[in-house]
């Protein structure tokens, strides 16, 4: 919807005036289009991290490898961490609120992430496993949060596509009643007018080291049964093998009307974590990797 009426005399006016009005580089029209990870690492701390910005259907990363060994690269979270920063709070891909950053940390030699924490003004609760977006991208109200936490004979119905997914790589049938939900949600990702489910699962092994295999699944139910849309297993062969990607949230990064699903994949191996982002593929029926960032974070 744009509004392109020019009469003669008004153009006349603001091509008369143009050169007396000041230039800006503040967050206009021209602001580059940045998306942030919001959760809580420690109890009643919450923080944002860069994950990358986007631009003519493209995803940048913002943030360089945190491993030892990565090509020297420049960071430009410095730009997006400023103290006093404001950044709307999307929750299930709707206005949420509002964050402001207050104390940054900013990755330097030591490969140490590149965070700030954030005073937060909203209604939804970030804790734990339960993470959002932020953005400096313009928000309208249309749109209302559908996120919320899955009901019980939800969670029984993504217990049973648990176990089916991981009987079909190979986990015997007497560990399959270790399968643990460690986070579920049901939402809807636009522009399907069926909801999701979003669900992460672990699967404790029993042996002496305490193994951990790990799930995640975007599931929709187009009829009776639940059916997975896109599966990520992995399967550890030690303790130092062991990954975990966890839903962050969802949202319209392109503003193009269709919901990209963001998450995180943290690894014990390097100590560190990646963002990867999915979305629909072109026929609507199974999500595809579009982006995933360095290595960040890392904690040596």
């Known amino acids: 919807m744009f509004y392109a009426v ?46 990358a910005t986007a631009e003519d259907g493209e995803l940048t990363a913002v943030l360089p ?78 749109r209302v949060a559908s996120r919320e936490p899955a009901t019980s004979e939800q969670r029984a119905s993504a217990l049973a596509l648990a176990r089916d ?45 305490g193994l951990l295999h790990s799930l995640f699944f975007i599931a929709s139910q187009p009829g009776e049964k639940l059916v997975p849309d896109l599966v990520w297993i992995h399967l550890s062969e030690s303790e130092m093998d062991e990954e975990h990607l966890r839903f962050v949230d969802h949202a319209d990064l392109f503003s193009s009307g269709q919901d990209e699903v963001v998450t995180k994949l943290v690894s014990l191996a390097t100590e560190s974590h990646r963002y990867i982002i999915f979305r629909r593929t072109k026929d609507g029926a199974h999500w595809e990797q579009i982006f995933k960032s360095e290595p960040l974070g890392c904690s040596n």
């Open 6 to 51: 020019l009469r003669t005399c008004s153009a006349f006016v603001f091509l008369y005036f143009f050169p007396f009005l000041p230039t800006s580089h503040d967050e206009g029209s021209t602001k580059e289009r940045v998306w942030l990870s919001v959760e809580e690492p420690s109890r009643g701390q919450l923080r944002i991290e860069p994950i």
């Open 65 to 142: 490898s945190c491993l030892p060994d990565a090509p020297v690269s420049q960071d430009d979270a410095a730009k997006y961490l400023e103290p006093g920063k404001k950044y709307a709070l999307l929750f299930g891909g709707a206005p949420a609120g509002e964050v402001q950053l207050r104390e940054i940390q900013l990755g330097e030699a030591n490969h140490n992430e590149s965070t700030a924490s954030i005073t937060h003004v909203g209604t939804v609760k970030i804790r734990g496993q339960v993470r959002a977006l932020a953005t400096n991208a313009e928000q309208t109200d249309f």
């Open 165 to 209: 997914l991981f009987s079909e790589h190979g986990i015997s049938e007497k560990l399959l009643s270790n399968i643990r939900v460690e986070y579920l949600t049901r939402t809807y990702l636009a522009p399907s007018p069926l909801p999701s489910l979003i669900g992460s699962f672990t699967l404790d092994t029993g042996d002496s080291d």
